[in-house]
C-alpha cells in the first residue's frame, strides 16, 4: 500500500492523484480510468474524475492501493 500525504492541501483531485502517483501516463488515460469503473474509492467504483479525495480516503486501481493522509 501506497500513501499519498496531502501538505497543506484540504484535497486532492482524482485525476490528479492518478497523474502524481504514475499510474496512469496523462490526464486523457486517467479520465479513461475513471470512466471505464476501474477506480475504487473507498470499495466503491467512482466515476467523477474530479473527486475530492481527502485524508482517510482509500484508493483502488488494479495492483495499486493508495491511502490519503
Given at each position: 500500500?501506497?500513501?499519498?500525504?496531502?501538505?497543506?492541501?484540504?484535497?486532492?483531485?482524482?485525476?490528479?492523484l492518478?497523474?502524481?502517483?504514475?499510474?496512469?501516463?496523462?490526464g486523457?488515460?486517467a479520465?479513461?480510468?475513471?470512466?471505464?469503473?476501474?477506480?475504487?474509492?473507498?470499495?466503491?467504483?467512482?466515476?467523477?474524475?474530479?473527486?475530492?479525495?481527502?485524508?482517510?480516503?482509500?484508493?483502488?486501481?488494479?495492483?495499486?492501493?493508495?491511502?490519503?493522509?
Open positions: 500500500m501506497e500513501t499519498y500525504e496531502l501538505k497543506g492541501e484540504e484535497y486532492i483531485e482524482l485525476i490528479k492518478l497523474k502524481t502517483m504514475r499510474i496512469s501516463e496523462s486523457g488515460q479520465k479513461l480510468m475513471v470512466e471505464d469503473g476501474i477506480v475504487f474509492r473507498n470499495g466503491e467504483p467512482e466515476f467523477r474524475k474530479r473527486a475530492k479525495l481527502r485524508a482517510g480516503d482509500l484508493i483502488e486501481v488494479f495492483e495499486y492501493k493508495i491511502h490519503i493522509k
